[in-house]
């Protein structure tokens, strides 16, 4: 099982290189609360699997209080354009072959205070050869 498990492209990989091309915030993995600006992207591998594709949950949580004004609205569209590259990606379909908005942007707020968008995509992807 192990094998067949492992023949999955890297989803969280390939969405945080996908989501850095629209953004100069930090994207990764983890959270850094000392950061102002930040995307933190994670991936759940769905239960819908097939022997060529499968399904992800790619969870985008963005950050950007630089201004208190703005910060909201400016985590906000963090918060789309993130959403938006991942949605955005079959047109290349490398690795990933379909893919639609599932929740978000969902406006919260961390233990500081600051407000923070999240958006889920679902994202089909191709077994590696």
């Given amino acids: 099982m192990a094998e067949f498990a492992s023949r999955w492209p890297n989803v969280r990989r390939w969405a945080i290189g ?3 091309n629209v953004t100069t915030a930090r994207v990764s993995a983890e ?4 950061l ?9 591998p769905g239960r819908l699997e097939t ?3 499968r399904q992800f949950l790619v969870t985008v949580e963005c950050w950007k209080h630089t201004d208190p004004v703005d910060a909201k609205e400016d985590a906000f ?8 590259e991942i949605e955005s990606s079959p ?5 990933v072959i379909r893919a ?3 929740v978000g942007p969902t406006e919260a707020r961390d233990e500081a205070g600051n407000y923070y968008y999240t958006a889920t995509v679902l994202v089909v992807a191709h077994r590696l050869p």
């Fill in 100 to 102: 639609e908005l599932n």
């Fill in 31 to 34: 959270r850094d609360e000392k």
């Fill in 36 to 44: 102002t600006e930040q995307v933190v992207v994670s991936v759940a």
């Fill in 91 to 95: 047109r290349d379909a490398a690795p």
């Fill in 51 to 53: 022997p060529v594709s």
């Fill in 77 to 84: 569209d963090l918060c789309t354009d993130a959403a938006y």
């Fill in 18 to 20: 996908r989501v850095r």
